[in-house]
């Protein structure tokens, strides 16, 4: 008989690969959600019903495990950028250990340990920020041009920020900057249903270790000349080494570029790390591919080394 719709009672067995909870129905058939950790009890909602498996949303934690712990940011949960804030960082090291090993068990591979980052808040050195319509809750259909990050497992549904407790500060003084502008002159947000509206995504890119930003406006096609954003470069390049406006006109949700146009600044920020006693430093333009932990890849360059 199915249990779709149908709530029940489940326990969590533990953590597989990506961070979900594995839990067990009575009859033995596997169960995933999110959120659980080992041993807690809660009521579930079933949403899918194989005849392998099922996936649940949590309603209800019924039994907490003495291993969770109040989250930092109050949009976990509801937010797809973090996965772990439910426990401590020590925790977070063994359920990830735990599951990769799992995955590698075929090949005999044994992991002897994770390491651990220097820095476990505001340490992403890049973020795509989504811009969307966001109601302020006071006045019917009174809606403002936001940016956020996607809900959990939802690509057309966000959440806003700040706050925001992954990604460097600079970032979330250079989100406000830009809502702030983006209002002010009625721009509308894109609407990723209707292809219509104009601000898209806001990339930053920061440099760390050597104090150097980035920032990356990116619009819908436009018939704006460059003049029109150029109050909102002033305000950003105080704080800035490099502005950038990408266009993208395609229907994916994805950053990519139709041109892009350095409004301000240099054509790059450049990175510095420190692996094996010596300075590396790296040229970070608005797509290259770089570690989104700059503390963490000098510890992880110099285990590889």
């Given amino acids: 008989m199915s249990l779709k719709n149908k709530s029940i009672t489940v326990i969590c067995q533990k953590i597989v690969f990506p961070g979900r909870s594995l839990c067990r129905c009575d009859d033995g058939i596997a169960l995933f959600t999110e959120g659980l950790l080992p041993e807690e009890h809660a009521d579930v909602l079933v949403v899918r019903d194989e005849k392998s498996f099922r996936e649940g949303l949590v309603k209800k934690i019924t039994f907490k ?175 800035t080494e490099s502005i950038y406006w990408t266009i993208n006109s395609r229907k994916s949700d994805a950053v990519v570029s139709d041109k892009t146009t350095l409004m301000y600044g240099k054509p790059y920020i450049t990175e510095k790390l420190s692996v094996g006693g010596k300075d590396y430093f790296f040229n970070i333009s608005p797509l290259s591919f770089f570690q989104t932990n700059s503390k963490g890849t000098e510890v992880l360059y110099n285990e590889v080394l």
């Fill in 65 to 239: 495990s003495s291993k969770r712990i109040s989250p930092l940011c109050p949009s976990f949960g509801l937010c797809g950028g973090c996965s772990f804030q439910n426990t401590s960082y020590t925790n977070q090291i063994k359920y990830k250990q735990e599951y990769v090993s799992e995955l590698l068990d075929f090949t005999g591979i044994k992991i002897s340990k994770i390491l651990i980052s220097p820095n476990t808040w505001f340490y992403r050195n890049k973020m795509e920020f989504s811009f969307f319509f966001s109601s302020d809750g006071l006045v019917e259909d009174n809606f403002k041009t936001d940016l956020g990050l996607h809900c959990r497992g939802r690509f057309n549904k966000y959440i806003s920020v700040p706050p925001c407790f992954i990604a460097d500060k600079d970032f979330l003084r250079a989100v406000e900057i830009v809502k702030k502008f983006a209002n002010k002159n009625n721009i509308p947000a894109y609407n990723n249903k209707t292809h219509k509206g104009f601000f898209r995504h806001l990339v930053l890119r920061k440099a760390g270790n050597n104090n150097q930003f980035l920032i990356n406006i990116v619009t819908n096609n436009a018939d704006q000349e460059q003049l029109f954003l150029e109050p909102l470069v002033k305000e950003l390049a105080a704080f």
